[in-house]
């Protein structure tokens, strides 16, 4: 019955390697987000895909790279990890855009790399 | 640039006490705010929202006050209890239409209920 789900939910990595983070949602929406939260809890939008299309690119580097291969689900592949990604990502979704203040969360994967 | 803020990092109150989280933006062209609940080791939850053009809304224990006039924002929750202990933050949309826009987080404040 989870609403949106991420996998892992920790995941610790050296410098250098590429991971995925996978993130789905069962509630229907057509808006998905990843946010970047750091060590002072600070939360930061990196992508948005609406309806499979990428609508927010928030200068993030482009090691990250969103792939959404259908609208229930928005997966985050990271390449070259460095020591600075070390933080929580949360995928959220909500339905419809603009006032997308409803956005639901997932429970975060906490990534560390060392 | 422009940002939403958190006045204190920190607020301890006494479980029963009334709390209230105040939050400032600069965007004068935010039109909708939204509080949002983040317990340890989960997700940010939605507590409340309020547009523009209201002044007040309320829920179960919460409300939200909005002034525009000094682009301030506060969240009050009534008789606090212990599962209140989370960190809140408030978030604006900076448009009101077209687009999938994320929200723009301020920095969040961490609530302790006291026994």
């Known amino acids: 019955d989870t609403a949106v789900s991420q996998t892992p939910k920790y995941l610790v990595t050296q410098m250098g390697n590429d991971k995925s983070i996978k993130c789905e949602q069962n509630?229907?929406?057509?808006?998905m987000y990843w946010y970047k939260q750091d060590s002072k809890k600070f939360l930061k939008i990196m992508f948005s895909?609406?309806?499979?299309?990428?609508?927010i690119n928030e200068t993030v580097p482009n090691r990250f790279s969103p792939k959404s291969p259908d609208k229930a689900h928005l997966n985050l592949h990271i390449n070259s990890l460095e020591l600075g990604d070390s933080a929580v990502y949360f995928c959220?979704?909500?339905?419809?855009?603009?006032?997308?203040?409803?956005?639901?969360f997932g429970p975060g994967t906490r990534l560390t790399v060392t | 640039g422009e940002s939403v803020g958190l006045h204190l990092p920190t607020l301890s109150v006494q479980e029963g006490d009334n709390s209230i989280i105040n939050c400032a933006y600069s965007?004068?062209?935010?039109?909708?705010f939204i509080w949002y609940k983040q317990e340890s080791g989960k997700g940010p939850q939605f507590i409340i929202d309020?547009?523009?053009?209201?002044d007040k809304r309320q829920g179960q224990r919460v409300t939200v006050l909005l002034n525009k006039t000094v682009k301030h924002l506060s969240l009050q929750i009534a008789a606090t209890q212990p599962g209140d202990s989370a960190v809140y933050f408030c978030?604006?949309?900076?448009?009101?239409?077209?687009?999938?826009?994320?929200?723009?987080f301020g920095k969040g404040t961490h609530l302790i209920i006291q026994p």
């Open positions: 978030a604006d949309l900076p448009s009101s239409g077209g687009g999938a826009d994320g929200l723009t």
């Open positions: 509630l229907g929406h057509d808006t």
């Open positions: 309020i547009r523009s053009n209201m």
């Open positions: 895909y609406n309806n499979k299309e990428l609508i």
């Open positions: 965007n004068s062209a935010s039109d909708y």
């Open positions: 959220a979704s909500s339905q419809g855009a603009g006032l997308a203040g409803w956005q639901y």
